[in-house]
């Protein structure tokens, strides 16, 4: 298939999927405090590869991936369902949300829980649909 | 001793069928009998108690909100149901391990039959009625599959349906029944029920809950006119009649009359239902016995007419009636248990079970000739055998029937001779006469087969013969359950010579008589038959069945004609007039419109959003209206973003930034315009369809606005965001910890779609090789 | 300001419903994401419109200030948003195949095969 897309959207795709992807994880990371979250951070994320595989091909986009897109939508229920667990481990109803907070050298603090766990699950499912969707629509031929 | 168990055990196992069937093959029959035959020494062990009036009430909470619980019950009554149950459980299923072995689908047959024993087992132990009422359909379930069993054949499909249809819906008006009753007495517990007997029958809703349960007990036991279903379910392997549709089953019914007999039972409409139906039955079924030729219908029908003896003798409803009434029902199950083992026995070794291509079979089968006929005398009611007992009990309690004992006693006397007529016909016909040429050539019938007949027909004599002994300690508790007191009774063969034992003679007598005058008396009443009984049933009922398909179809294609804007529009149609006649009845027409408060930079998105939802309507080019739909979403973001919804405001843009990729995408393969399909005129109808349902939901806006039902739950949310979600941000605390059950519901939808469109784009079917 | 809004609801609306009953496939799918729009708006909505600061507990304090926003239809709408991309990209994916089975784009000439 010839290139039928300019060399600048070419460069830009290149350039803008790492930002983006780093971006998105910002996103991620700050969403329980500030705009942003799983389904924001996906979209992000997915939007990168998305971009890519337009200016190249989805074979292309696919291998800059570091899971495959079925993994990423099954890894993402996984860490789902591993969330809403936990505390049935410790006895508590399905989904009871629990915290903790590290202290890291230097006074620093970070507070975790298993709500941000959850929302990176919803992170990498969004990926995994998104791009199992707009892949497969891509190859259509 | 946990009667749950008990139940459950017997479903565990029945799960366990296909993985045991495999392993031990065609003896797996003989195994399974252990199960019925451990459970029944357990049961029997509890006799003792239970005579000493220590009943067994256990309870387990299932839904205890709605009153129902998985209780269970053990008194009189139920463990004789569940002796009956277990012990011809284990004798079938010896009988099975023979009789089903080189069935091809043998492991099936195993499972329906367990599912059948458990759920039987539950019904008779049941303590809650709605418990009671999940067993009894899951019997009439199991019932369903075994009678269609061998479903190659047309004829075994269409038997099971009916049999399906007409329990079904007995047992559909049987929980209504229970419903109300449980509604009056505020309790589904029968323990409870059997307190409050007089509120009951105090209450108005005494007569309808009366009638809906007895259609539930009528159809379950076959009572007329619903009876047909049992001679059609012999279409079953024959260890299904033996069990199901004689022993067992179809005395669900009787057990649920008995069972409620002291909460229901006394009235007037009671005694006359019963009465009515029981004496029809009675009558019909031995009438027709006497003129069928398939073994199995003969007994079929003999089984029909017990049947209604049993429930007349529930509607006499004094102590000895239910004495009687228990008594025959034991007596019953043993010889037809027996007979139909025979018949299938006979058809197994010999290849036919039609009465004119039977004969003269004594002397090669001389150990089936003896137990049938031990089972015969036993069913005509000879001494003595403990069908002679039965049949003395039964005209004593008729005898002292209160007003009406004179016809009932004529009734019972005429079913009766035609009893006896039948059970000589049957062994006669047999055994005796003119050897006939059936296909195989006649020989003793294999030892497994012959074990349930001998076993029953030496254990109705022995019952006969010792009644004190063998017979009282099993009845009286049974007895006492139904009449709710203690009874003194004694139980014997010899009554002496009274009106009672008169009675007797003139039954055998006429019986005999009948059975010598065999030839001419079938023949004139098959002529007969002919003439003035044409009407089937079952024809009848199949009329109705097809009649009612027929019309639904005729509707069904009216309302079902294939064009989805049509299904669409008739929604959009009844829900807008349904909503704007509920906005002007509750709110009136006025409406608050406050222009000036609105921001001038709300009206021009507005506006924007407004002409490009008109432009994307009437474009004909499709790159048009997709680039509109993207200015509608942005400007969208644009207000969430007013309103302070910033996470939605963010999503959409980047939502509907990936759906303009997404539609040109696919938009792009197909053809290139939007062509105009419908005429002016329905255009013109859909625009005006389209303005009263877009109006109707903006009068809704505008009307919700002012309604406050109760405090926003997102008060809690507002409050508890950080001290107990530890994030500033609300929505996103709401969206993966306050509601995550819902984000993961979300997220497996998604996945959904995203296997959808997977296996629609990638998994193309073959394409044919001729292409 | 609801009375604007609530106009624009009934438009997208009505727009929607005129499409979904054309007999072009496409025409199908505009009507779907009118109407998934039109429903978004409503159930944002349905919280008051009277509070317009974003839903964020400031820096420093431990309960939302009275002036935020209802979070809940927000919540409710974000879902709704990222459930209706599946929706769309699923329906756009089945008539794609619908065409190249049948080749038409006229759904009444479904009903004939």
């Known amino acids: 298939m010839s290139n039928p897309y300019s060399n600048i959207f070419r460069i830009a795709a290149t350039k803008l999927r790492p930002l983006l992807f780093i971006l998105s994880l910002i996103v991620l990371y700050r969403g329980h405090q500030q705009p942003g979250g799983g389904f924001i951070g996906g979209l992000m994320a997915a939007s990168a590869y998305i971009l890519y595989a337009l200016a190249f091909n989805s074979a292309e986009a696919r291998r800059k991936l570091p899971l495959s897109t079925s993994a990423l939508l099954g890894t993402g229920l996984a860490v789902i369902l591993v969330s809403g667990l936990l505390s049935v481990l410790a006895g508590e109803p399905f989904m009871t949300g629990m915290w903790t907070t590290l202290h890291l050298p230097f006074g620093q603090e970070l507070h975790l829980g298993t709500p941000v766990l959850f929302d990176a699950g919803v992170y990498l499912a969004v990926i995994g649909v998104l791009l199992t969707i707009m892949f497969d629509i891509i190859d259509i031929e | 001793m946990q009667l749950i168990r008990i139940v459950g055990v017997v479903f565990f196992l029945a799960f366990l069928t296909p993985f045991i069937d495999k392993r031990l093959g065609k003896i797996s029959g003989y195994l399974y009998a252990l199960l019925p035959a451990l459970l029944f020494t357990l049961l029997l062990k509890q006799l003792p108690d239970i005579i000493d009036r220590h009943f067994i009430i256990q309870s387990i909470d299932w839904f205890p909100l709605l009153h129902v619980h998985l209780s269970f019950y053990l008194d009189g009554l139920s463990l004789l149901f569940a002796l009956l149950i277990t012990g011809m459980g284990t004798l079938v299923f010896i009988y099975s391990g023979y009789y089903m072995q080189h069935y091809p689908m043998r492991g099936r047959f195993y499972f329906?039959?367990?599912?059948?024993?458990?759920?039987?087992?539950?019904?008779?132990?049941?303590?809650?009625?709605?418990?009671?009422?999940?067993?009894?359909?899951?019997?009439?379930?199991?019932?369903?599959?075994?009678?269609?069993?061998?479903?190659?054949?047309?004829?075994?499909?269409?038997?099971?349906?009916?049999?399906?249809?007409?329990?079904?819906?007995?047992?559909?008006?049987?929980?209504?029944?229970?419903?109300?009753?449980?509604?009056?007495?505020?309790?589904?517990?029968?323990?409870?029920?059997?307190?409050?007997?007089?509120?009951?029958?105090?209450?108005?809703?005494?007569?309808?809950?009366?009638?809906?349960?007895?259609?539930?007990?009528?159809?379950?036991?076959?009572?007329?006119?619903?009876?047909?279903?049992?001679?059609?379910?012999?279409?079953?392997?024959?260890?299904?009649?033996?069990?199901?549709?004689?022993?067992?089953?179809?005395?669900?019914?009787?057990?649920?009359?008995?069972?409620?007999?002291?909460?229901?039972g006394g009235t007037d409409l009671w005694q006359f239902s019963l009465g009515l139906a029981g004496a029809m039955t009675m009558l019909v079924g031995a009438y027709f016995a006497f003129t069928q030729f398939d073994l199995k219908k003969i007994l079929a029908y003999t089984t029909i007419s017990a049947l209604g003896m049993l429930v007349l003798l529930v509607g006499i409803g004094t102590e000895l009636a239910i004495t009687a009434m228990v008594i025959f029902l034991i007596v019953h199950s043993l010889y037809k248990g027996a007979?139909?083992?025979?018949?299938?026995?006979?058809?197994?070794?010999?290849?036919?079970?039609?009465?004119?291509?039977?004969?003269?079979?004594?002397?090669?089968?001389?150990?089936?000739?003896?137990?049938?006929?031990?089972?015969?005398?036993?069913?005509?009611?000879?001494?003595?055998?403990?069908?002679?007992?039965?049949?003395?009990?039964?005209?004593?309690?008729?005898?002292?029937?209160?007003?009406?004992?004179?016809?009932?006693?004529?009734?019972?006397?005429?079913?009766?001779?035609?009893?006896?007529?039948?059970?000589?016909?049957?062994?006669?016909?047999?055994?005796?006469?003119?050897?006939?040429?059936?296909?195989?050539?006649?020989?003793?019938?294999?030892?497994?087969?012959?074990?349930?007949?001998v076993v029953l027909s030496v254990t109705s004599l022995f019952m006969g013969i010792y009644p004190a002994i063998l017979t009282q300690p099993l009845v009286l508790p049974a007895i006492d359950a139904v009449n709710a007191s203690p009874v003194k009774l004694h139980i014997q063969l010899w009554h002496g010579l009274n009106l009672v034992f008169l009675l007797s003679v003139i039954t055998v007598t006429l019986g005999l008589t009948l059975f010598f005058f065999r030839k001419p008396a079938t023949k004139a009443l098959r002529k007969f038959n002919q003439r003035y009984f044409k009407i089937e049933f079952a024809d009848l009922f199949r009329k109705l069945v097809e009649s009612f398909l027929s019309f639904t179809k005729r509707h069904t294609e009216v309302v079902q004609h294939g064009y989805h804007r049509f299904y669409l529009m008739l929604i959009f149609i009844v829900s807008s007039?349904?909503?704007?006649?509920?906005?002007?009845?509750?709110?009136?027409?006025?409406?608050?419109?406050?222009?000036?408060?609105?921001?001038?930079?709300?009206?021009?998105?507005?506006?924007?959003?407004?002409?490009?939802?008109?432009?994307?309507?009437?474009?004909?080019?499709?790159?048009?209206?997709?680039?509109?739909?993207?200015?509608?979403?942005?400007?969208?973001?644009?207000?969430?973003?007013?309103?302070?919804?910033?996470?939605?405001?963010?999503?959409?843009?980047?939502?509907?930034?990936?759906?303009?990729?997404?539609?040109?995408?696919?938009?792009?393969?197909?053809?290139?315009?939007?062509?105009?399909?419908?005429?002016?005129?329905?255009?013109?109808?859909?625009?005006?369809?389209?303005?009263?349902?877009?109006?109707?939901?903006?009068?809704?806006?505008?009307?919700?606005?002012?309604?406050?039902?109760?405090?926003?739950?997102?008060?809690?949310?507002?409050?508890?965001?950080?001290?107990?979600?530890?994030?500033?941000?609300?929505?996103?605390?709401?969206?993966?910890?306050?509601r995550g059950l819902d984000t993961m519901g979300e997220t497996v939808v998604l996945m959904i779609a995203a296997i959808g469109v997977f296996s629609l784009l990638k998994l193309k079917p073959k394409k044919k090789k001729e292409e | 300001m609801e009375i604007i809004l609530a106009i624009v609801i009934g438009v997208l609306y009505a727009a929607g419903v005129y499409l979904l009953l054309r007999r072009s496939i496409v025409k199908l799918i505009l009507g779907l994401i009118f109407f998934s729009h039109a429903t978004n708006l409503l159930v944002f909505l349905a919280g008051s419109l009277s509070k317009v600061s974003p839903p964020f507990v400031q820096e420093g304090q431990k309960v939302a200030q009275a002036s935020v926003a209802d979070p809940l239809p927000q919540a409710l709408v974000l879902t709704s948003l990222v459930i209706g991309f599946g929706i769309t990209a699923f329906a756009l994916v089945l008539i794609y195949r619908f065409y190249q089975s049948s080749g038409t784009v006229d759904f009444d000439q479904l009903k004939e095969d």
């Open chain 2, 112 to 264: 329906y039959i367990l599912l059948f024993m458990g759920a039987m087992l539950g019904l008779v132990l049941a303590n809650n009625l709605i418990t009671l009422f999940l067993f009894w359909e899951i019997t009439s379930f199991s019932s369903f599959l075994l009678i269609g069993f061998n479903h190659e054949r047309p004829e075994a499909r269409a038997a099971a349906l009916q049999a399906l249809l007409i329990t079904g819906f007995g047992g559909l008006a049987m929980l209504a029944g229970f419903v109300l009753l449980g509604n009056v007495a505020g309790s589904y517990e029968l323990t409870d029920l059997l307190q409050d007997g007089a509120v009951v029958k105090g209450s108005k809703m005494y007569m309808p809950l009366v009638l809906l349960i007895l259609a539930g007990a009528f159809t379950k036991s076959a009572q007329f006119p619903f009876h047909f279903w049992l001679p059609g379910a012999m279409e079953a392997p024959t260890p299904v009649s033996a069990y199901l549709h004689s022993a067992t089953m179809v005395k669900a019914g009787i057990y649920l009359l008995a069972r409620l007999q002291p909460i229901l």
């Open chain 2, 577 to 738: 007039l349904l909503v704007w006649y509920q906005i002007y009845h509750t709110r009136g027409w006025g409406f608050e419109a406050n222009w000036e408060e609105v921001p001038f930079y709300l009206i021009g998105i507005s506006l924007l959003i407004i002409t490009a939802a008109l432009g994307a309507v009437f474009t004909r080019s499709r790159l048009v209206a997709i680039i509109l739909l993207g200015v509608i979403g942005y400007a969208m973001a644009f207000i969430f973003i007013l309103y302070g919804a910033v996470d939605v405001a963010i999503t959409l843009i980047l939502v509907e930034t990936l759906v303009l990729v997404l539609f040109v995408m696919v938009v792009y393969h197909l053809p290139s315009y939007m062509p105009k399909y419908s005429r002016p005129t329905s255009r013109i109808r859909d625009g005006i369809i389209a303005l009263v349902f877009g109006g109707f939901m903006t009068a809704l806006v505008l009307k919700a606005e002012f309604i406050k039902i109760s405090p926003p739950i997102s008060d809690y949310f507002l409050k508890e965001a950080f001290t107990k979600g530890h994030g500033r941000n609300i929505v996103n605390v709401i969206l993966v910890d306050f």
């Open chain 2, 339 to 453: 007979l139909f083992m025979i018949a299938g026995a006979i058809d197994k070794t010999v290849g036919t079970r039609d009465i004119r291509h039977l004969g003269g079979m004594w002397p090669v089968m001389p150990v089936a000739a003896v137990a049938t006929f031990l089972t015969l005398f036993s069913m005509a009611g000879l001494p003595p055998f403990l069908g002679f007992i039965g049949k003395e009990v039964i005209y004593d309690a008729k005898v002292q029937a209160p007003e009406i004992a004179v016809y009932l006693a004529i009734l019972a006397v005429a079913a009766n001779i035609f009893m006896v007529a039948v059970a000589f016909l049957f062994g006669h016909g047999v055994f005796f006469g003119k050897k006939k040429d059936p296909p195989k050539i006649p020989r003793e019938p294999a030892i497994p087969l012959l074990i349930g007949p």
